[in-house]
Structure formats: C-alpha cells, structure tokens
C-alpha cells in the first residue's frame, strides 16, 4: 500500500465556463443509496481473480505521464507540423480554465494520418500539449507500474473525447457517436450526457449509410452489464451524482434500459461512497470507477489531488479482503489534447483513438 501521492500542485481551480454548475457535496463522504443489487464478494471462477476493477481517469496521453519511464515505448520530445519539438516539463497542478482541444475532427488533425504532428491547434494547445510529467510528480503511478505491469500499445477506443470512450468502455461501441453531446447555448450548463439531458441537447451521429444525425444521447444497444446480468454475475458503476461535477462520465445514463429502470438505482451508485463499500467488502465481481471531475485529472483541475484520490481508492482495496483476488485496471479515457508519438492502428472510422497509459 502507499500512505501518500504526489504533494504537489495547486489546490482543484474553478473550471472553464462550460463545465456544469458548482458540485452539492463535499468529496469525502457516503450518501444513502442501495448498494447492488446483489453483493457478490466471491464466487467460482476459473482463474484466481474474483473481482475486476476498471479506474478510468481522464484525458492523458501515455506520453504526458510515462514518456520517460524506464524501457517503455516513449519520448522526451514530439512533432509539431514536422518539426522536432521538446516536451516541456508539465504542471502537476491545474492549466487554467481553458481546456486543449481533443474533439474527433482534434484527434484526427493530430495524428494527421499517422505523422502525429498535429497536436498545435490553438494557443491553449501550444502551452500544454507538448508537455510532459515527470517521475515526481506522478510517483505512485509510477510504483505500481514498475511493480505491476504498465502497457505501452494501449490506445483509447475513439478518436475524440469522453463521450464515445466511456461509452466503448461499457459496450465496445459507442451509438455512432464521434463527440460529444453539445454544450453550447441554452446547453452551456447542462451536466447530463445521457437520457436526462434536456430536450434539445443532442449528440451528432453516424448512421449505417454514413450520414449525420442529431439525437437526444440516449440510446439502446447491449452493454456489458447486459451479457453480465445473463450470466448471473452482479456489477457495479460508481460515477459522480447529477448533481455533482463529473456527471457526464457516467456512462450508463445514456443506455435507456439501464437509466430509465430499478437497474439504475441498483447498480449505478455515487462514487464518493466506494471506498466505503470497499471496506465493507461489499464490491460486485465486476466494478467500474469514474470520478468527479475534481479528481479526475483532466488538466483543469489538479493532477496531484487526482492521483492522491487513486491512492485512497487502490490502497483500500489492497487492504480488503478482496485484495488476493482482485484485478485494477487503471486508464485514461482519451488523450485530452496532449502529445503521443505512437501512430494508433486505424481499425475503422472510429478509431483505435490516441494512446493512453494502462497500468
């Protein structure tokens, strides 16, 4: 176990004006919910492994994080238009308000058919996207990958960002959705990329014939939890509340047979009381964990604060019960604007999307 994270950094700074409104509750702390469905802390299994966690965080290149990491596949330096450019040491901390670009049209003018010379869009991009982290400021992911095992031909689902990859995530597909629902005009504010999003708000898609439609971000295909639920194992989604910051990761409110039913009360679950249910060994075989937006270590909020947030988390599970049993995966769900120099394999129009660590 590790007692502590980086110390880095700057205290979480306020988000950019399209993120939603202000969080309703502290971080720490449990909020009376049902916990699954059914509680399985064990079970027959071939393998020795009982319980799979999925940790998604958000928006880093393995470049950004491990691009110095001893005898892994990664740079000190990147292409811009061409040119040989370094990466610049980056902050552990917050880069303002302003996000770098990471859309669909963003990624594929990155990687810029494999050249991966495209990164420098705007001013925002040219700060912060050819930076990198250092050891420093990232040690304890930096311990479990030299102790466990860190991937270096991981790369996300999509081109693009959250939406689509947090949708891969849970149904290895993502509705023909290469965005993300729009948040512009009367949905500036909205925090909801899902069933409950305001009439109006809609995802652009991608039909069978290829042509672009616009519908509400709700929709109806199998998932994971689905092929679980016929197989009679429990799972659990812990995501931020709708009321709180980060709420648009919660990846089941777009699936309506999950939303809009006793599935949703019962295995979507508020993630500020998961370390809890973890110390009440009460986590499901298969458990996914996003956070709120304040430890998520998307750049506009404190890396440090995110990894400390991961710390929590992973040590309370390797000092349950479930420990001996259990496999984390942690990764990122897009590479959020920052440099990789690795060309992803291009499978279809969706992706494989930009690298991103998995340890």
């Known amino acids: 176990m590790l007692a502590g994270g980086c110390d880095g950094g700057s205290a979480p700074s306020a988000p950019s004006s399209a993120a939603p409104a202000k969080p309703a509750s502290p971080l720490p702390g449990a909020s009376a919910s049902p916990s699954p469905g059914v509680i399985v802390t ?60 990471h859309c669909y049209v963003c990624s594929r003018t990155a990687w810029n058919r494999g050249k991966m010379d495209g990164f420098n869009q705007n001013d ?5 996207a050819y930076t990198q982290l250092r050891r420093s400021q990232l040690p304890n992911y930096w311990t479990w990958a030299r102790r466990f095992v860190l991937a270096d031909r991981f790369f996300s689902s999509a081109q693009g960002p959250s939406f689509p990859n947090h949708l891969y995530a849970i149904a290895a597909q993502s509705g023909g959705a290469h965005d993300n629902p729009r948040r512009t005009g009367a949905f500036r504010s909205s925090n909801t990329f899902g069933c409950d999003a305001p009439q ?48 648009i990761w919660s990846a089941y409110a777009a699936i309506d047979h999950i939303r809009n039913s006793p599935q949703w009360r019962e295995h979507v679950l508020p993630v500020d009381r998961v370390i809890t249910d973890i110390d009440r060994d ?20 404190s890396f440090c604060a995110g990894e400390n947030w991961s710390t929590e988390v992973i040590d309370a599970i390797m000092r349950s019960r479930m420990w001996k049993s259990t496999a984390i995966f942690v990764t990122w769900d897009d590479y959020g604007g920052f440099y990789d120099h690795l060309a992803p394999p291009q499978v279809d129009d969706f992706g494989f999307g930009i690298r991103v660590p998995c340890s």
């Open 282 to 301: 009460r986590l499901p075989p298969v458990t996914w964990i996003t956070p709120r937006y304040e430890v998520s270590e998307h750049p506009q909020y």
């Open 200 to 247: 109006g708000q809609t995802v652009t898609v991608i039909d069978s014939e290829g042509k672009e439609q616009q519908v509400q971000p709700c929709f109806e295909f199998q998932t994971a939890a689905d092929l679980l639920n016929d197989a009679g194992i429990d799972w659990a989604y812990y995501a931020a509340k709708p009321d709180q910051l980060g709420y």
């Open 42 to 101: 064990g079970g027959s299994t071939r393998w020795p492994i009982k319980h799979v966690v999925f940790l998604i965080k958000e928006n880093r290149t393995f470049d950004n994080l491990f691009g110095t990491f001893p005898g892994a596949d990664g740079v000190s330096f990147g292409l811009d238009d061409g040119q040989r450019r370094p990466l610049t040491p980056g902050t552990d901390g917050s880069i303002g308000s302003e996000d770098i670009p």
């Open 124 to 128: 925002v991009s040219d700060r912060w």
